[in-house]
């Protein structure tokens, strides 16, 4: 056992975050009690107080050996931006001193030109504004030989159009409580001031030796094997899910949560997922908007530790092909600020009450929206992923589980007299069944699945910001809840009793969202057949799927609740299929470079050996007696080995014929089409038949890492 000391977590938890403890501490009395309106109400912070939380918050940081500070954000790169300014400052006299202001804090001017915009900006409109977020706590980065104070912001244009992820979540998160507010007020529950989403992003991900990654060019290049036959054993015995943890593993997930628990961080569980080297850290849930920081800060320190224990972390949603992807299961819920979660059945009939109205809102938002919640999570990585291997399919269903199912159909047909097996709480609505708190089983095929007290939206992926994905949810989810309260409301004018119009309305949206409610095996051909025979979307693809965002409707909607304008949506349509076609032409030059250099020259090299051997045999055959029919096999198995060369070299010609006429494609749209429906196909009958002559190369010709080695060497 070592001897180090052993350290509480809660002793060091938030230490590097400019959090509620830290600034109770740095900031006098008034000016945190300003703060705090600011991040629970959304109140204006005046000036002269950002002043002073500005010179707290600096000396906090200097104090913790940072130098710099950093507005960070979320450009619409999928990824994380920041541009580091150091505290110092030169008086007139040339005096150094350490300077941060609170227009510093409040508002940066990175460079806008080089992110994308989707055509929202010409290229040499360069400039762009970074605004505070103080929702979400300042925190301290390490990184070279000290920290740096990282500011989290949102990014908008000189004109105001939103050039990231998070000012949309910000809105639909400022929609759907608004929304709520109005239909509690009706249902009785008074004086909200303000309601949240809360989101817990469980995190997949895969850990290979680096040594591996570095010689393969496609994981460098994309992120995923491009090639590779499986091996013997693979995910099939079932033995690596909840197995032991690998102590080298063990010691990487270790440090990754000291380094998280320092930023404030809650990760709660660590565990071995289904494959080999596939792993999950999954946190405690959080408002929507900090979870969604935290969840890519918890991306980028596993990225640095890995690379410090000589790991690559792959996050890429399918690295390897016939075994499990990797997801980012989207918990999601909907609860007052300090208060009750509405999608918690509850123990009193308020609470019971909203649980209802709120869950038929839900099955209202989804069942309207699907379209545009699949190509939320539409991607590259998403297209291999979907479908297979415990991962969600394309078509978006709802799993509400079969007691909650029954007590639908109930309150449907108007029965009262529901058996269960267990007690369940009484609602506290005339003529309604009562609910048990614990009513479901988890369906692992679901991609929008009823877990007790929160949705779980399985359909996002591991490399991707939960931004998008929450911000579609929360702003369906504020219309369908307007939806709800027009139907109350409507039928309490009539002259309805409230309890009666409430049940109606239940009833009615019980109803009209059925088609979305599957409880089967949503990999089985009988859900493809539900599918269209309900009209639910079935979009296979990025391409198919991102025309969703420039529906009509969809725009109509959100910027009905302003979350982004007609101009914002456009931009984010375009920027997803162009990052599409630039991703697959990636992929596909980057596999024609693997075959040209490496798996064509391993495979004629060990050609050559094999011809050389048989010739020899031919010539000694009738000295050593051996029979016509031995040397017809032998033969024919150089015989195959050469046509089968012979096939992937004519394969990668049409490969490289087929990405220049991607290019006389006129449109972005048109080029993606080409991609999904010619290039995609073309690199998988190529990869087809290079894993077939990895399977019969001698393995010290072959260059490239085995799926072997790198799944199953720790």
């Not at 109400?41 to 002269?48: F, H, I, N, T």
């Not at 040339?94 to 900006?121: K, Y």
């Not at 680096?210 to 491009?226: A, I, W």
């Not at 693809?541 to 991102?546: G, H, I, L, R, Y």
Request: hydrophobic share 40%; glycine share 8%.
């Amino acid at each position: 056992m070592s001897n180090e000391r052993k350290v509480a977590v809660a002793s060091y938890y938030g230490a590097l975050t400019f959090g509620t403890e830290a600034m109770r501490e740095r900031l006098p009395k008034e000016v945190f009690k300003a703060l705090q309106d600011t991040i629970k109400s959304g109140k204006k912070l005046p000036q002269d107080i950002a002043n002073v939380v500005a010179h707290g918050m600096k000396e906090w940081a200097i104090e913790n050996g940072a130098t710099h500070y950093t507005h960070w954000f979320q450009p619409m790169t999928g990824s994380t931006a920041e541009k580091h300014d150091a505290f110092l400052t030169l008086e007139r006299d040339g005096t150094v001193i350490e300077r941060f202001s609170g227009e510093q804090l409040i508002q940066g001017e990175p460079d806008a030109s080089s992110f994308p915009s989707g055509g929202m900006r010409s290229t040499f409109e360069a400039r762009g504004y970074t605004a505070w977020d103080p929702t979400s706590p300042a925190f301290l980065m390490k990184g070279g030989k000290g920290f740096t104070l990282c500011i989290p912001t949102v990014f908008i244009s000189y004109h105001g159009e939103a050039l990231d992820e998070k000012t949309p979540l910000l809105r639909s998160m400022d929609a759907v409580s608004k929304a709520a507010i109005k239909l509690l007020d009706v249902l009785g529950i008074k004086g909200v001031q303000r309601v949240i989403t809360n989101a817990g992003p469980e995190q997949e991900y895969f850990l290979i030796d680096k040594k591996f990654y570095s010689q393969r060019p496609d994981l460098v290049m994309t992120g995923r094997t491009l090639l590779g036959a499986l091996p013997p054993k693979g995910q099939q015995l079932e033995d690596h899910y909840f197995g032991s943890i690998p102590d080298r593993v063990l010691e990487f997930m270790q440090e990754v949560e000291e380094e998280l628990f320092l930023l404030g961080i809650p990760a709660k569980t660590r565990h071995n997922e289904v494959a080999p080297h596939q792993f999950e850290l999954a946190p405690i849930f959080e408002q929507a908007n900090i979870a969604s920081d935290h969840n890519l800060l918890v991306m980028e320190v596993m990225r640095k530790v890995a690379d410090k224990k000589g790991f690559a972390l792959l996050l890429f949603e399918k690295p390897f092909a016939g075994i499990n992807g990797s997801g980012k299961h989207n918990n999601w819920s909907i609860g007052i600020d300090g208060g009750m979660n509405l999608l918690d059945p509850g123990d009193t009939p308020e609470s019971n009450i909203s649980f209802l109205v709120f869950l038929v809102a839900v099955l209202k938002g989804v069942y309207k929206r699907a379209a545009v919640l699949r190509a939320s999570v539409a991607s590259i990585g998403n297209d291999h992923r979907l479908g297979a291997n415990e991962a969600p399919p394309a078509v978006v269903t709802v799993f509400l589980g079969d007691l909650l199912e029954r007590v639908l159909d109930s309150i449907e047909s108007g029965k009262v007299d529901l058996k269960t097996e267990k007690q369940i709480l009484d609602l506290g609505l005339s003529h309604v069944p009562v609910l048990n708190k614990d009513y479901t089983d988890r369906n692992r095929t679901s991609p929008f699945a009823f877990t007790g007290n929160k949705f779980e939206f399985r359909a996002v992926g591991s490399s991707q910001p939960i931004s998008v994905p929450n911000t579609v949810l929360n702003t369906l989810m504020a219309e369908a809840i307007d939806d709800m309260n027009t139907a109350i409301t409507a039928k309490i004018n009539s002259g309805l009793s409230k309890d009666d119009a409430i049940l109606t309305a239940v009833r009615e949206g019980i109803t009209a969202t059925k088609a979305i409610r599957y409880q089967g095996d949503n990999y089985s051909d009988d859900l493809q057949r539900a599918a269209a025979e309900r009209g639910l979307p079935n979009m296979k693809n990025t391409p198919e799927s991102v025309r969703a965002w420039i529906e009509k409707d969809t725009v109509d909607m959100f910027v009905k609740y302003g979350v982004l304008s007609s101009e914002e949506i456009d931009s984010r349509y375009n920027i997803r299929i162009e990052r599409y076609v630039k991703g697959i032409d990636i992929e596909a030059r980057t596999l024609l470079l693997m075959v040209k250099t490496m798996v064509i020259p391993d495979v004629s090299e060990y050609q050559g050996d094999v011809g050389s051997s048989f010739n020899n045999l031919v010539a000694a055959a009738e000295m050593i007696g051996l029979s016509d029919e031995a040397l017809k096999t032998q033969a024919a198995n150089l015989k195959s080995l050469a046509e089968d060369l012979s096939k992937l070299m004519e394969l990668t010609g049409i490969l490289e014929e087929t990405i220049e006429e991607m290019e006389e494609e006129e449109s972005e749209l048109a080029k993606a089409d080409f991609c999904s429906a010619r290039i995609l196909p073309c690199m998988n009958a190529i990869r087809e038949v290079a894993d077939k002559l990895e399977l019969q190369v001698d393995r010290s010709r072959w260059q490239l890492p085995t799926y072997s080695e790198m799944l199953f060497e720790h």
